[in-house]
């Protein structure tokens, strides 16, 4: 019901989904990955066994061009999830693994074990939830579930004429509070070269490249070795963690290079490998807190 990294690889995405499952894959393969689990999709099947029905016909009955029906659809069901409660021996479970994580912070992030088919890419759909502590473990592993039910979702799945059950993995992963963090591309997407590497670079927590907060320092990197190009880019403010939650913190040196060349090498290689290993282009979220952490690889789909 309850896997560790180590014990998944890609022939797990049925159960932990697509997010879950690459993790795995790459912990095996030795890619360094932050430490973590993954609430199977079974653990959501056997939760919603009392409510799917009543799920199951609120969703038939909406009618989704009606925004307001499909808000207050998605809320009624967003909040019988909430409510309801996991079998003792599953929470008492998840909180035993969590303890064994041996770390104060983790993230819990949506792994849909529909996330790689061509005809539901629920990438991006569903929810994550950062800083999440002991106590409000158990919380957001619901609300993860809950998030197959937003109206952004249910307007999906109906569009998309998706019957039945759709299930869904939680992975929960220890938090890197990373000195540095970005983004990787093991071909580079604008030139389309496949013998590039483009690697994106901040201070603080990746969140603030990928909502666009910040524009990143760029490197390109040859994949036979040779740094080709570095872009400085200015950053007076810096997204990181603290007890409330993720706050921004000023850079005190705006125009500062974010990695210097001996670690954007040491990172090229590491995205070589991956790439290698997958045998297909790779995107990737990568964080450094005294070495290299892989957080994510999914294959880049705009080649």
């Known amino acids: 019901m309850i896997k560790w990294f180590k014990e998944i690889n890609m022939q797990d995405v049925l159960q ?22 993954v609430i199977t999709a079974a653990v959501f099947d056997e939760f919603a066994k009392r409510i799917i029905r009543k799920i199951e016909r609120m969703i038939d009955e909406v ?9 207050q659809c998605s809320k009624r069901i967003q909040k019988l999830i909430i409510d309801s409660e996991m079998r003792s021996s599953d929470s008492k479970s998840i909180l035993n693994h969590f303890r064994r994580l041996d770390c104060m912070y983790v993230a819990v992030r949506s792994s849909a074990t529909a996330e790689d088919s061509a005809e539901a890419a629920w990438a991006g759909q ?5 800083n999440t502590d002991e106590k409000t473990l158990l919380k957001n592993v619901k609300r993860c579930w809950a998030s197959l039910f937003t109206p952004r979702a249910i307007f999906y799945r109906k569009e998309k ?12 992963q220890k938090m890197i509070q990373s000195k540095v963090s970005g ?12 013998d590039e590497i483009l690697i994106e670079a901040c201070f603080g927590l990746g969140e603030a490249i990928v909502s666009g907060a910040i524009s990143p320092d760029s490197y390109v990197v040859e994949k036979d070795g040779f740094l080709q190009d570095i872009k400085v880019s200015e950053q007076k403010k810096a997204l990181v963690r603290s007890q409330n939650g993720n706050i921004w913190k000023n850079v005190s040196n ?38 290299f952490y892989i957080v994510q690889s999914r294959p880049i789909t705009t080649l």
């Open 161 to 172: 004429n998706i019957n039945g059950h759709i299930s869904v993995a939680v992975v929960v």
């Open 16 to 37: 932990c989904g697509g997010k879950g499952a690459s993790l795995g894959e790459m912990t095996q393969a030795g890619i360094p990955v932050p430490d973590g689990f």
């Open 183 to 194: 983004i990787a591309f093991s071909v580079h997407p604008v030139t389309k070269k496949r």
């Open 63 to 71: 009618d989704e061009n009606d925004n307001n029906a499909l808000n």
């Open 254 to 291: 705006d125009f500062v290079q974010k990695l210097d060349g001996k670690k954007i090498l040491e990172l090229a290689s590491a995205i070589i490998d991956i790439e290698k290993h997958y045998g297909f282009p790779c995107d990737i979220e990568w964080a450094y807190d005294d070495k």
């Open 126 to 130: 569903l929810d994550s939830f950062l």
